[in-house]
Structures are given as C-alpha cells and as structure tokens.
C-alpha cells in the first residue's frame, strides 16, 4: 500500500537556524498538508497546498514558514529562522481530493535547543 | 475563527463497555468530518469519518452520528478492546477553506 514519508525523522538544530523538512506525499495524490503537533497537544494545520500554489494558511504559518514542490514529487517545508516554540512534530499529509482521506506521514521530530 | 471541542480529555472505560467521544463544531459550512486514532509517538490514521449528507456511519465497531443542526458529532466504540486505548481526535473539514481543525484529543485507556 502506497504511504507519505518523510525525512528526516528527527531533526535538531540551534535557535535562529534554517530547516527544511522533506515529505514524499502518495504519487497519484494532489492535495498536500503540513501539520504540527507540540508534544502532548493536538494536531494543527499549518498549511494546504494544491496546484502548485498555498489555498490555505493558519495563523502559526508565518513569514517565518514556506513550503514548496520543487520536482513533482517532493514536498517541502523550511523554517527560516527557527525558534524554541518551534520545536514539535511535524506531519505531512496528502489526499487526492477535498474530502477525500487524508493520509498522513511518520512525522518529523524536530528539536530547536 | 473555526473551533472543535472534545469531549471527554480522558476517557476510562472496562474492556468490553462502550466508549463515547463527543465533538462540537462552529462553522455550519463544515461539511467532512474524519476521526483519528494516534498511539502513542506514532501518525494520526483514520478510523472512520462521515459526510454532511449522512446523519450515522458504522463500521464493525465504531461508528459516529453527525447532527448537523445542532453541530455535534460522536465516535463511538463498542466491545472495547485492549489495543483501543490510543488517542482519539475529531476534525471538520470545510470545503471551501481546505483545511481541517481538529479537536484537543481523548485519551482512551481500556482497563483489564
């Protein structure tokens, strides 16, 4: 069965550094998601993404944040300028329509220190 | 903005009782309704959801109601089992936002 990954799995990295986490979203899929989850806290939505453009952004999406599609098959989100509260699980996610299933990656760990 | 309540936070049921999650939601233009179980240190993966045309699905032995007048919808899980116990999440999606808002989360805990 087809599944969203992602790279890395765990990530840490000092204040104010860039990141950017990699996702591998299912191939026929054309509706891509990135998520946080602080430890212990719910799921959040950052981000949507279809059509090679963002149709949706929360309040935590900053300018600080962007994701991007750079070859058909990856799907990316950087942090510019990392900072403490940054430090959470990240998903990816991808459907291949509106109400369609969303299927979510393993996450990526990331740690801001 | 959009909100989703849950309810219970902690939820205890004895194996093989019934367990009952409840959810609320603001926006009347939600209109997909997917729930979530996370064990622990792993992905959300869908368990069951349900259309805003639909007012119950079932599943073996899950099943979720949606009222839509009201803004309610529940997950419910009968004949517990051990590898229930996880954390449950709801979410609404609405369609014309692309973006799904999910609840804070119950954790289930079976006891023997």
């Known amino acids: 069965e087809p599944e969203v990954t992602q790279t890395p799995s765990h990530q840490v990295t000092q204040m104010g550094q860039e990141v950017i986490l990699r996702c591998v979203p299912i191939?026929?899929?054309?509706?891509f998601y990135w998520y946080r989850q602080i430890l212990g806290q719910k799921v959040e939505f950052l981000v949507s993404?279809?059509?090679?453009?963002?149709?949706?952004k929360s309040e935590i999406f900053d300018d600080q944040f962007s994701v991007e599609r750079p070859d058909g098959s990856n799907f990316t989100l950087k942090i510019r300028s990392t900072k403490l509260e940054d430090s959470a699980m990240y998903f990816c996610?991808?459907?291949?329509?509106?109400?369609?299933?969303?299927?979510f990656g393993p996450g990526t760990r990331l740690t801001v220190t | 903005g959009e909100n989703v309540e849950q309810h219970p936070s902690t939820l205890s049921v004895q194996e093989g009782d019934s367990a009952v999650i409840k959810c609320t939601y603001s926006?009347?233009?939600?209109?997909?309704f997917p729930w979530y179980k996370q064990e622990l240190g792993k992905r959300p993966q869908l368990i069951i959801d349900?259309?805003?045309?639909?007012g119950e699905k079932k599943d073996q032995r899950i099943a979720v109601t949606l009222n839509k007048t009201a803004k309610h919808f529940s997950l419910h899980i009968t004949e517990t089992q051990p590898e229930d116990s996880a954390v449950y999440f709801c979410?609404?999606?609405?369609?014309?936002?692309?973006?799904?808002?999910f609840g804070k989360g119950t954790r289930l805990h079976i006891l023997p």
């Open positions: 191939s026929n899929h054309l509706y």
């Open positions: 926006d009347s233009a939600s209109n997909y």
């Open positions: 349900i259309r805003s045309n639909v």
């Open positions: 979410a609404a999606f609405m369609n014309r936002d692309d973006k799904i808002i």
């Open positions: 996610a991808s459907n291949g329509g509106p109400t369609y299933e969303q299927y």
């Open positions: 993404f279809y059509n090679n453009e963002i149709s949706e």
